[in-house]
C-alpha cells in the first residue's frame, strides 16, 4: 500500500519499444533515477497507443499519462509518432471537454539512447502533475 | 454514405442527466465508416461519460452495443434484453438510426449523440465532404458530375456567380468553385454547349416531404 | 481468457545482485498467495543456458500454461525466453515479461522502493499474462529470385553477388546498355582501375553468371503481391510481360542537374557542367583547343553533397593528366569522407592543383570571351584574388531520376524531402524499405561513393539472401487479425498501414474485408488503433493486454 | 419626373446610375437627404437589397421613395432572401407604383452578413430572375397561372469582367443577354485592359447590350488593398493604391474622389462603354463631387 501523506501522482507512460522504452533501460543502466511512481507500459510503437487506452488508464485512476515516440522522421512505421501526437491532442480535448486537464497528457519523442532525457521528462512531468494535483476523477481525490 | 459527428459531450450530459444506467447504441454502418458512431466510437463517448460521472460523484453505469444497422427495426430489436436494464438510451447512428429505436422502445427515451450532418464521401483520412443532397431530382448528368447544388454555396444551376475567386468561392476560399469545376470538366469532354442552355427553376417537390420510396415489385 | 490458468513466475536476480538489494524470497512468498500463480521460482542467471533448461522442465513438470519472466528488460533476452517457453512445448507467446533490474532497482536507489516497483512491475506482467494469446508460425514458400531495377554499378553488384549465392537475378535497366554512370564518367578516382575496365570485368561476371538475366530497354510498370510473392509488370520495347519474384531491389542511382540560377549564369562553349567535362576528358584526343586555365566551383548549392566535390577532385586531376592545364579549385570546406578521397586530395595538391578557399560565393563575369573569377580567399585573410580562365566547370546537384516519384506512388514507397527513396529506418535498418521485400541500394536513396554503393549493393544482397535463400519463410500467421464479422471494409486500415500490409479479401467469396498479410506486416498495431469498428486485434499487444497492465494502478501489490 | 430608364438607355446618351443603402432601422433621414441630393443629378438610382446580406430597410420601399420624389429608381432583387413567389408578388406591387427597373441578382451567401443562422433561399438563381420578369411580362406566373393584368420592366443584370476564370462567367453572361437583360452593371472597374477586352468581345456578340461600368469609390489605401486582395472579380493596380497613399489624413477621400473621375472621364472619352454606375457606398453625399470629377 501506497505511504499516506504527500501525493505521489500515479502516471503511466505508454514507451515505443524502439526507441523510448530503451531510453527508460538506458537510465537504469546509468543509474540515472526518476520517479518510480511512473508505469512504463511497453508498446511496439507509439502509434499503438489508442485513446480509449488513455482514458480507461484515468478511469482507472492515473493522475497523468505521458506517451513517448521515436523522434519525428525516425519512426520505423513511418506515421506512428505523429498519429500518437495527434491523438495525444485529440485525448486532450476529449479530457477537457469531462471536465479534467488536458495537460494531464503529453507526448514526447526520443532516441534509444536518451537515457537522460528519459529521466528528465518523467522527472517534469512528475512535476507538473504534483502541481495539478490528483485527479478529479479519483475517488478520495 | 451518411456522414454524421458527435455532439459536444456538454450537450450529452445534459441530455442524460438525472439517469444512473443507460445504454449506447453503436451503428455499424455509415457513421463506423466515417469514425463517428461505430464500436470504437462507443467506447470513447462511454468512458468520456464515466470520466464526467465520476469526477461529479454522480452515479452512472454504462452499456455498450453495436449493431449492424440501427435504420432496420429487426436489426433494433436484438437491442430488447439490454434496452430493458437502461433508463434511457443514448443512440450514436444516423438520424434514422434514432428513430426506429425509439419506435420500437416507445416506453424508453432514446437521445441522439450525433449530429447527421450530409452524404457525402472521404476526402482523405478521416476528413468527409458533401456531395448530395438528396434532392429527388439528379443534376449531374448537366454538370460533368458535379453537384452545384451542394458544392456551390449557392446552389445556383446556371453557372457561377461573381464571387468566383481564382477558381475558389467566396463564401470559402478553401473550397473550390463548383462551377470553375463543372467548366473544366465539360470543356474537356467537349461538353461545353451544355452548360450554355438554360436550366430553369427547380422542382421542389420532386420528392414529396417527408419522402417515400416505393420499389417496383422485386 | 484461458478458465484454467497456470502461471509459472521465474524471478532473476542477476546473478545474485538483485538479491543483494532486495529479498527474493518475500517477493516469491508474496506472488504464491496470488489466484492462478501456480509456480514461483529463483534464478541467478536466467540468461544462461543451464537455467534455461531448469525453467523449461519446471513449465514442463508443473503444467504451466502461461509464463512470467521477472528479469532484465525484455529488449534483452525476450527472444530467448520465448525459445525455452516453446521449447517447453507451450506456445513461445504465452510470456509475459517485468523488467526489475533496468527499470527497478537499477533506477531507483531507494531500496524499498524499488522493492515496490518491482511488485508493481511482477504484477502488471501477471495480469497481462492471463490476456496473452498463442500465435502459430507457419512457412510461406517464397519465389527465389529477386528483380533488380537499374543496371548501373550497384544493381550490377548486387546481381553478381546473389548471383554466386546462387539466387536468380533478373536485372532491369531502362537504358540500351548496362553500365549506367560507369558509362559516362572518365576516371573513378582514387579507384585507380578505370571505369571502361571496372565495367568490363562486371559485364563478364555478369555474363558468366548462372543466374543472372539482363533486360536493357525494360521499365518496371507496377508490382502487386507480397514480399515473397511480388508479381512485377515490366515493359520491354513494346511488350509488357508479367513475373514473380520474391523480393525486390531498387538501384536506380541518382542524375544530375544543374540550375544556372544558383550562379546567374547561363552555360556556353567556356562555362560547362562537370557532366559535359566528363565527357570531355572521356573523348580527350577528341578535344580541339584544349584549355590552358580550368577553375572549378563547388559547395555552392550543397556543402553536404558527395556528389560534387568528389567530381571535382577526380576531373581536377583528370585535367591535370590529360590536359597539363593551370587547375584551379574553389570550394568552402570540400568535405570528403570516402576512403582514399583524402589521398586523391593529397595527390590533386601535388599534381598542382591549387585550392582557394570561400566564404562568400565567387563574383564570376565574361569580358570579350574570357572568363574573370573574383574571389576572396580566405585563407589570405580575405584578400581579393582575380582569376581568368579559359574553361569554367560548375556544380551540379544529384537529384532522384524521374521516374522515382511515379514508381514510389504506384509501390507505396517513401521518398524523402528531396524525392529519393527513404529507408525505413536509416539506422536500424538502412536497405530497407517501408515495406518488407523491397530494398534500396545506391545512390537512389544514400549520397554515396562508388566504393560505398559497392558495399550497399552487398549488403543489400546479403538481405534479400538471408529473406529468400530457404525458399520459404516463417512467418507468424494473423499475429495481427482481422475479424471479418467486424470488419466494415471502411478501407481505414488499408489507407493507414505505413507498409501497404492490408488488403481487400473476400470472405466466403462474397463479403469483401481487410486482410493482413502476416510476412508484410511489422506488427506496429496503428490499424488496430484507427478502426472504428475495433475489429483487428494484434495478438502481442491486444487491448485487453494493455488495459490489464494499469488494472493495478494506484496499488502495489 | 425624372425620364424613365429605358428611354435613357436607349438615347445613346452616356448613362449615370448611382446608387443608394437604405439604412438599417425606421430612421429615413437621411436616405430621403441622399436621395434629393442625386435625383437630378443622375438617370437612375439603384438601390442595393439587404446588401452584403445585412438586414436593412427595403429596396422596394426606398424605391417606392424615390418614385414618390420624383426620382428614378432600378430595383435590386436578389435571389436569397425570397422565394418565387415572394418575388413575384414584389414585382407585381412594383409595377402598379411606377417603380419600371429591376436589377436581377444572385446574391451574396448569408453567412458574410449580420444573420448568419438564416436559411439561404436560393429557389432561384439570377438568370432564372431575368426569365421570371419576362415570363411576368407575358402574362403568366412561373407557376404557369394567368395574371390580371401584367408587367413591364427594364431589366437589368450584372457582370464580373475581371472574374477569374473568365469563360465560365462569359457563359452566364451570355445566357444572360439570351434571356433579355436590358443593361449590365459591372463589378468594380479600376484598369482598362481586361475590361477594354471584355467590351471587344461584348460588342462582337451583340452591339445593342448596354454595359455601365462600376465606379466604387475608394477611401483608403488600405481599403483599396484591401478590395484588390479579396474582393472576388475587382482589380486595384498598385499604381492606383500608390496613389491612394500619398494623400493626407482628411483628403484620402477627395483623392478617391480624384481617381474616381479621371477613370468616368477615360470611359467617356475613349467611349469605352455606355454609362457608369457609380458607388459610393455609404458616402452617397460625395457623389455629386464624383459627377464633377467626372465632368458629368
Known amino acids: 500500500m501506497k505511504a499516506k501523506g504527500a501525493f505521489l501522482p500515479d502516471i503511466v507512460a505508454f514507451c515505443c519499444a524502439q526507441s523510448a522504452y530503451q531510453s527508460a533501460d538506458a537510465a537504469g543502466s546509468m543509474r540515472i533515477t526518476y520517479p518510480e511512481n511512473i508505469r512504463v507500459i511497453r508498446v511496439p510503437c507509439a502509434g499503438r497507443v489508442d485513446v480509449l487506452h488513455i482514458l480507461r488508464a484515468f478511469e482507472k485512476g492515473a493522475d497523468g499519462v505521458l506517451v513517448l515516440g521515436c523522434h519525428e522522421e525516425a519512426c520505423r512505421h513511418l506515421s506512428g509518432n505523429i498519429r500518437a501526437k495527434n491523438r495525444v491532442q485529440r485525448v486532450n480535448t476529449l479530457l477537457q471537454e469531462v471536465g479534467i486537464d488536458g495537460k494531464r497528457v503529453e507526448m514526447f519523442t526520443l532516441a534509444p539512447n536518451q537515457g537522460p532525457r528519459f529521466a528528465r521528462i518523467a522527472n517534469e512531468v512528475n512535476e507538473r502533475i504534483k502541481e495539478l494535483g490528483p485527479s478529479p476523477v479519483k475517488s478520495g481525490a | ?218 | 481468457m484461458d478458465k484454467d490458468l497456470r502461471l509459472g513466475v521465474f524471478l532473476c536476480d542477476c546473478g545474485g545482485t538483485l538479491s543483494k538489494v532486495t529479498d527474493f524470497s518475500a517477493i516469491k512468498a508474496k506472488l504464491q498467495k496470488l489466484s492462478d500463480v501456480t509456480y514461483v521460482g529463483i534464478s541467478h542467471d536466467l540468461c544462461l543456458k543451464r537455467a534455461q533448461q531448469a525453467m523449461q522442465k519446471d513449465i514442463k513438470d508443473k503444467g504451466i500454461n502461461r509464463v512470467v519472466v521477472a528479469a532484465c528488460s525484455p529488449e534483452l533476452h525476450e527472444k530467448d525466453f520465448m525459445n525455452v517457453v516453446q521449447s517447453a512445448g507451450v506456445n513461445r507467446h504465452l510470456l509475459s515479461m517485468a523488467n526489475i533490474r533496468e527499470q527497478c532497482f537499477w533506477a531507483h536507489p531507494d531500496k524499498d522502493k524499488a522493492a515496490q516497483k518491482a511488485m508493481a512491475q511482477i504484477g502488471m506482467a501477471i495480469n497481462r499474462a492471463r490476456f496473452l494469446e498463442p500465435v502459430e508460425q507457419t512457412q510461406i514458400s517464397v519465389t527465389k529470385e529477386v528483380l533488380i531495377i537499374g543496371g548501373g554499378i550497384t544493381g550490377i553488384q548486387a546481381a553478381i553477388e546473389l548471383s554466386n549465392l546462387n539466387l536468380k537475378t533478373t536485372l532491369v535497366e531502362k537504358e540500351a546498355a548496362l553500365g549506367g554512370k560507369l558509362n559516362r564518367f572518365a576516371n573513378l578516382y582514387p579507384v585507380q582501375v578505370s571505369p571502361e575496365e571496372v565495367l568490363a570485368t562486371k559485364l563478364k561476371q555478369v555474363a558468366e553468371g548462372q543466374n543472372i538475366y539482363v533486360l536493357t530497354s525494360a521499365e518496371l510498370l507496377d508490382v502487386s503481391g507480397e514480399v515473397g510473392n511480388f508479381s512485377a509488370r515490366i515493359k520491354r520495347g513494346n511488350g509488357e510481360f508479367v513475373r514473380n519474384f520474391g523480393a525486390i531491389i531498387f538501384a536506380t542511382g541518382y542524375t544530375t542537374q544543374f540550375s544556372s540560377q544558383i550562379y546567374g549564369l547561363e552555360l556556353s562553349n567556356n562555362i560547362i557542367t562537370q557532366s559535359q567535362l566528363e565527357e570531355m576528358l572521356k573523348s580527350s584526343s577528341e578535344v580541339k583547343q584544349i584549355p590552358k586555365s580550368v577553375c572549378f566551383v563547388t559547395d555552392i548549392s550543397d556543402e553536404h553533397s558527395r556528389v560534387s566535390p568528389l567530381s571535382a577532385l577526380r576531373n581536377a586531376l583528370g585535367i591535370k593528366e590529360k590536359f597539363r592545364g593551370e587547375v584551379c579549385v574553389l570550394c568552402q570546406n570540400l568535405k570528403v569522407d570516402g576512403a582514399g578521397l583524402e589521398k586523391l586530395y593529397r595527390d590533386c595538391r601535388n599534381k598542382g592543383v591549387l585550392f582557394i578557399k570561400f566564404d562568400n560565393s565567387p563574383r564570376i563575369s565574361k569580358q570579350d570571351g574570357k572568363i574573370k573569377i573574383e574571389v576572396e580567399d580566405v585563407l589570405m585573410s580575405g584578400e581579393q584574388v582575380t582569376l581568368p580562365c579559359d574553361l569554367l566547370v560548375l556544380e551540379e546537384t544529384s537529384v532522384p531520376p524521374l521516374d522515382s516519384k511515379v514508381l514510389g506512388s504506384t509501390l507505396y514507397m517513401g521518398l524523402d524531402a528531396q524525392g529519393f527513396y527513404q529507408e525505413n529506418n536509416v539506422h536500424l535498418y538502412p536497405t530497407a524499405s517501408n515495406r518488407e521485400g523491397i530494398f534500396f541500394a545506391g545512390n537512389c536513396h544514400a549520397d554515396l561513393d562508388l566504393m560505398q554503393a559497392l558495399t550497399d549493393a552487398s549488403n543489400v544482397a546479403l538481405s534479400a539472401y538471408q529473406l529468400l535463400a530457404q525458399g520459404k519463410i516463417a512467418v507468424e500467421a494473423e499475429k495481427v487479425m482481422v475479424d471479418p464479422n467486424k470488419c466494415r471494409f471502411c478501407l481505414t486500415c488499408i489507407r493507414a498501414c505505413p507498409h501497404h500490409a492490408i488488403q481487400e479479401a473476400k470472405v466466403n467469396h462474397e463479403k469483401m474485408v481487410a486482410q493482413i498479410a502476416d510476412l508484410a506486416c511489422q506488427g506496429c498495431g496503428i490499424c488496430a488503433v484507427v478502426c472504428p469498428a475495433k475489429a483487428i486485434k494484434p495478438k502481442d499487444w491486444s487491448d485487453e493486454q494493455i488495459l490489464a497492465e494499469f488494472e493495478l494502478l494506484g496499488e502495489y501489490v | ?296
Not at chain 2, 422502445?105 to 443532397?133: H, I, K, Q, S
Not at chain 4, 486582395?229 to 493604391?241: D, H, K, S, W
Open chain 4, 1 to 296: 419626373m425624372a425620364k424613365a430608364f429605358k428611354e435613357t438607355l436607349n438615347s445613346g446618351k452616356f448613362v449615370v446610375t448611382s446608387e443608394i443603402g437604405p439604412p438599417k432601422g425606421t430612421n429615413l433621414e437621411k436616405l430621403i437627404h441622399h436621395i434629393d441630393l442625386l435625383k437630378d443629378k443622375v438617370d437612375a438610382l439603384n438601390v442595393t437589397d439587404n446588401q452584403s446580406s445585412v438586414m436593412r430597410f427595403p429596396s422596394l420601399g426606398t424605391c417606392l421613395l424615390i418614385k414618390e420624389r420624383g426620382g428614378e429608381p432600378i430595383l435590386q432583387m436578389t435571389c436569397r432572401d425570397r422565394n418565387r413567389m415572394a418575388l413575384e408578388a414584389d414585382l407585381l406591387f412594383a409595377y402598379t407604383r411606377g417603380i419600371k427597373n429591376v436589377l436581377c441578382l444572385t446574391g451574396d451567401f448569408i453567412t458574410i452578413g449580420d444573420h448568419k443562422e438564416a436559411r439561404a433561399v436560393f429557389d432561384l438563381d439570377s438568370l432564372q430572375l431575368l426569365h421570371m420578369v419576362r415570363i411576368l411580362e407575358s402574362g403568366q406566373d412561373l407557376g404557369g397561372n394567368e395574371l390580371d393584368g401584367a408587367v413591364e420592366f427594364c431589366a437589368g443584370a450584372t457582370v464580373t469582367p475581371e472574374a477569374n476564370p473568365i469563360e465560365p462567367q462569359l457563359i452566364k453572361f451570355e445566357k444572360k443577354v439570351q434571356a433579355g437583360a436590358e443593361f449590365f452593371q459591372t463589378q468594380a472597374i479600376y484598369d482598362f485592359d481586361n475590361f477594354k477586352k471584355f467590351m471587344k468581345y461584348v460588342r462582337g456578340l451583340d452591339k445593342n447590350i448596354k454595359i455601365l461600368a462600376g465606379i466604387v469609390l475608394l477611401a483608403s489605401a488600405g481599403m483599396a488593398k484591401y478590395m484588390n486582395e479579396n474582393t472576388p472579380g475587382v482589380f486595384v493596380p498598385q499604381v492606383l493604391i500608390d496613389e491612394m497613399a500619398t494623400a493626407e489624413k482628411g483628403k484620402r477621400v477627395q483623392k478617391g474622389i480624384g481617381i474616381a473621375g479621371r477613370l468616368i472621364r477615360q470611359i467617356k472619352e475613349e467611349a469605352i462603354c455606355d454609362g457608369v454606375h457609380i458607388m459610393a457606398i455609404g458616402r452617397e453625399e460625395v457623389v455629386p463631387d464624383i459627377l464633377a470629377a467626372g465632368g458629368l
Open chain 2, 1 to 218: 454514405m451518411i456522414v454524421a459527428e458527435r455532439k459536444p459531450l456538454e450537450d450529452i450530459r445534459e441530455m442524460i442527466a438525472g439517469y444512473k444506467k443507460i445504454l449506447i447504441v453503436g451503428c455499424g454502418t455509415c457513421v463506423t465508416i466515417c469514425w463517428a458512431g461505430g464500436e470504437k466510437e462507443v467506447a470513447v463517448l462511454s468512458s468520456q461519460l464515466r470520466l464526467a460521472s465520476k469526477k461529479d460523484r454522480n452515479e452512472l453505469e454504462i452499456l455498450e452495443a453495436t449493431i449492424e444497422r440501427q435504420c432496420e427495426k429487426e436489426l433494433v430489436e436484438a437491442l430488447k434484453d439490454k434496452v430493458q436494464q437502461v433508463e434511457a438510451v443514448l443512440s450514436m447512428g444516423c438520424g434514422a438510426g434514432v428513430q426506429p429505436i425509439a419506435e420500437i422502445f416507445p416506453d424508453t427515451p432514446v437521445y441522439p449523440a450525433l449530429n447527421t450532418t450530409f452524404v457525402g464521401m472521404p476526402e482523405g483520412e478521416g476528413v468527409w465532404v458533401e456531395t448530395c443532397r438528396a434532392c429527388g431530382d439528379c443534376f449531374l448528368d448537366k454538370t460533368g458530375g458535379i453537384c452545384p447544388i451542394v458544392r456551390c454555396a449557392k446552389g445556383l444551376l446556371n453557372g457561377p456567380c461573381g464571387g468566383t475567386n481564382n477558381g475558389k468561392c467566396e463564401v470559402d476560399p478553401e473550397k473550390d468553385c463548383a462551377w470553375t469545376l463543372i467548366y473544366q470538366r465539360l470543356e474537356r469532354q467537349g461538353r461545353l454547349d451544355v452548360m450554355r442552355k438554360y436550366y430553369p427553376p427547380r422542382n421542389f417537390q420532386a420528392v414529396i416531404r417527408p419522402g417515400k420510396v416505393e420499389a417496383l415489385p422485386a
